[in-house]
């Protein structure tokens, strides 16, 4: 009978998320047959194997790999910043990247089959994913990342490991050292006002519009004069105007030095800014707030049940 070790229920583990004295005794009852045990877990566990899978991972690191002219940036997620502090997630991470860098894999699935050994896991990261998965607790997942490599300089900036930063320029490196900080710190969202997406635009118009209109409002309800058409629009496209320069780097004020814009500061260093790319830790993943005293009145309730 083959011997049923620690990193093997660490891996069934990682795969189904069920709990470790389940994952040994179906190894055992496989004889060390991966897939066997895995299915006989579905079989007993129902939905509850592998409900690792959907759990939401909104937290996390974002970090980053530079060789010369090539590089890339990458944001791995995890459900608890506990697992952020953890040496294996980070090692996992920092692995990750270095590999996005010089593979240049099309997607996470192409990162996840390229080799890497962890922690008695592999041959591939998804395998040290999956274990790691296991070994902690908690699901994990590679979310997003970027590559760089067209040739342009790069400068990359992390603000603590919530907060990645890369820019690729041509010029002066310090003066865009400062810009990946000043990204991090303002977050533009394009390098232009032309560049802003159309879509962020229209929103803007529509906050400005009904803005206009809860003031004409207001001013009826006071007896007060109503603003011509006219001048509404004039505000409406004054207030649009405003938010592209706000949002957009070059025509934002630069926060090493607010008497100045980014373009007037890169300017002066000789310097141009051809990208920037910017990851914020969980943006756009809706957290799940959990109602720990409905979860508790729950549980009690459930221990009342007859079995």
């Known amino acids: 009978m083959a011997a049923i070790t620690a990193s093997m ?10 709990p470790m004295m389940e994952c040994k005794r179906a ?18 566990l129902g939905s509850k194997a592998g409900k690792a899978a959907s759990r939401i991972t909104a937290e996390g690191v974002v970090t980053s790999y530079m060789d010369g002219t090539t590089g890339a940036i990458l944001e791995v997620n995890c459900e608890t910043d506990f697992v952020t502090k953890s040496d294996s997630f980070l090692a996992m991470a920092n692995a990750a990247v270095a590999l996005v860098a010089k593979h240049n894999p099309a997607d996470a699935a192409a990162l996840g089959a390229l080799a890497h050994s962890q922690d008695g896991f592999g041959p591939t990261l998804e395998d040290v994913r999956k274990g790691l998965i296991g070994k902690i607790g908690e699901n994990m997942s590679f979310r997003r990342f970027k590559r760089f490599g067209s040739g342009a300089k790069l400068a990359s900036y992390l603000h603590g490991t919530r907060i990645g930063v890369v820019v690729e320029f041509e010029g002066d490196d310090a003066a865009a050292k400062d810009v990946a900080m000043h990204v991090a710190a303002m977050k533009p969202v394009a390098l232009s006002s032309a560049d802003v997406p ?27 004069p109503v603003q011509t058409a006219e001048i509404v629009t004039k ?3 004054g207030g649009v105007q405003k938010y592209l320069k706000e949002v957009s780097l070059f025509n934002q004020a630069f926060v090493k030095n607010d008497k100045l814009t980014v373009e007037q500061m890169l300017k002066s260093a000789g310097t141009t800014v051809k990208s920037f790319t910017l990851f914020v830790v969980g943006e756009g993943i809706e ?4 109602d720990f005293a409905a979860e508790v009145a729950a549980t009690v309730a459930a221990s009342k049940q007859p079995t």
């Not at 929103?203 to 009826?220: G, I, L, M, N």
């Not at 957290?287 to 959990?290: E, F, H, I, P, T």
């Open 9 to 18: 229920v660490a891996e069934l583990r990682g795969k189904t998320d069920a």
């Open 27 to 44: 190894l055992t009852e496989a004889e060390g047959d991966m897939v066997k045990a895995e299915e006989l877990l579905r079989v007993k």
């Open 198 to 224: 159309a879509d962020l635009i229209a929103r803007e118009r529509s906050v400005a519009v009904a803005k206009a209109a809860e003031d004409a409002a207001v001013a009826t309800a006071a007896g007060k």
């Open 235 to 237: 505000r409406v496209e």
């Open 287 to 290: 957290k799940k707030v959990d």
